[in-house]
């Protein structure tokens, strides 16, 4: 079972930037891919983006696309970044990373996809 510890969690203020790290412990058996969500009090957990084992290859959801990058360690594969720029209130939530993915390519990666999830961290914007 692949272990990830997410890190770079905080409170912020609106505007701010913050770069969110997660570490593997391994490489995981199925998919390489590996993503970030992030889930707000009372709401479903949402697809944020993807990232595939070169680096090379991102996917982002609507709602972050351009304020937010996806990007794996060149030196360590087993590592990858959030980089969260121009962050607004609604931006507050637990963030996740996540791998081994198992899910359908061709449409956009739902939480089910994912069979390994670290605890999270939060991120906080204040007004």
């Known amino acids: 079972q692949v272990h990830l510890v997410e890190s770079g969690g905080g409170l912020v203020q609106a505007g701010d930037s913050l770069r969110l790290s997660c570490a593997a412990s391994e490489r995981a058996s199925g998919s390489y891919i590996m993503a970030w969500f992030r889930q707000a009090p009372g709401t479903d957990r949402e697809f944020l983006a993807t990232?595939?084992?070169?680096?090379?290859?991102?996917?982002y959801s609507d709602s972050v696309e351009g304020r937010f990058t996806i990007s794996r360690d060149n030196a360590n594969k087993l590592t990858i970044y959030l980089q969260m720029t121009n962050l607004i209130p609604e931006d507050t939530a637990v963030y996740y990373c996540a791998t081994d993915f198992r899910g359908s390519s061709g449409r956009r990666p739902q939480s089910g996809d994912f069979y390994a999830w670290g605890q999270g961290t939060q991120v906080t914007v204040s007004t």
């Open positions: 990232v595939d084992w070169s680096g090379d290859m991102t996917h």
